[in-house]
């Protein structure tokens, strides 16, 4: 469609000026109150040995399970609202240690960032993973923090060493009382677990007579159950242990999901079971102010000047 010079003028002169006031508006509009809900967390992240296991996708590439729990943790946190608070943890051997209590995560988004990238394996203080106990202290942690934080514990499920089925750890609080969700990290497939020394460097792999296989106190007491096991010993291989999640998150009445493909996915079943608050905030309406004035301006110029080369 053509139009005369006249009203190409008035329809420039007109958009133009559109376009001026949606600025001024954007940069003199003062915030606008509304009230959105937002949900408090707490990430706590395994950093024991077999989180070195390079098996799971990020992209086109294959990357350690220690690096996919802290890229989905981050992202995770990114797509939570401003107003919601998320705090960081680390486990090892048989317990959880809460490194930043949660924070509003908009305003302090630098410094969750900072503290998650210093999240390596030489922080570990024991070689040993024991991730049903190291959930236990997480619960009983989040239990002291005001608001209650939903916990995140993101995890391979490796026990090292095994739990023998009739001496399953005691779990003594009510289960679901702090909600949460277990995060399965890893392959199904059983690979080798690197080792590292104190400089976080990978010099080789766990040999099969270098771990334990059985639960050393079944062994100990003579478990009938224990003595007759002729499981594989494979307890320096490792793979997502799937079903002992599962079981454990039933213990505590937490939710479970495998191997989550986005970050969305854990953050609606955060807020199905969350206890999620009305928090105020002023919302800005600069963005969208000013990214109308800009498509305005990019429809002053662009359409008509690719018309008319269209038909030169």
Aim: aromatic share 8%; net charge negative; glycine share 4%.
């Amino acid at each position: 469609m053509s139009l005369s010079y006249p009203k190409r003028i008035f329809l420039t002169a007109l958009v133009m000026l559109i376009s001026l006031l949606m600025i001024m508006a954007a940069l003199w509009l003062p915030q606008v109150d509304r009230e959105i809900e937002v949900m408090d967390s707490l990430f706590v992240i395994d950093i024991t040995d077999s989180m070195n296991v390079e098996d799971v996708s990020f992209g086109n590439e294959t990357i350690n399970r220690l690096e996919w729990a802290k890229e989905y943790t981050r992202q995770s946190i990114l797509s939570m609202p401003c107003g919601s608070h998320a705090g960081l943890a680390i486990f090892s051997e048989a317990r959880s240690l809460i490194l930043m209590t949660p924070v509003e995560v908009c305003a302090n988004y630098h410094d969750l960032m900072q503290m998650l990238s210093q999240f390596r394996p030489t922080m570990a203080w024991a070689r040993s993973s024991e991730v049903s106990k190291a959930l236990y202290t997480a619960i009983r942690q989040a239990k002291e923090i005001t608001p209650q934080p939903t916990v995140v514990f993101l995890t391979d499920g490796h026990e090292a060493p095994p739990v023998h089925e009739t001496l399953f750890p005691k779990f003594t609080d009510t289960p679901g009382e702090v909600p949460g969700v277990i995060v399965g990290i890893g392959g199904s497939d059983l690979v080798p677990i690197p080792k590292t020394n104190e400089f976080g460097e990978i010099e080789g792999y766990w040999e099969i007579n270098e771990v334990m296989h059985k639960d050393v106190y079944a062994s100990s007491r003579g478990d009938a159950a224990e003595l007759n096991d002729n499981r594989p010993r494979t307890e320096h291989l490792s793979s997502q242990k799937k079903s002992h999640m599962e079981t454990v998150s039933r213990r505590v009445g937490f939710e479970f999901i495998s191997s989550p493909k986005s970050p969305q996915n854990l953050i609606k079943e955060m807020q199905k079971i969350s206890e999620t608050r009305q928090q105020p905030v002023k919302y800005d309406l600069f963005v969208w102010l000013a990214s109308i004035a800009l498509i305005l301006l990019l429809l002053v110029f662009l359409p008509y000047s690719m018309f008319t080369k269209q038909h030169e």
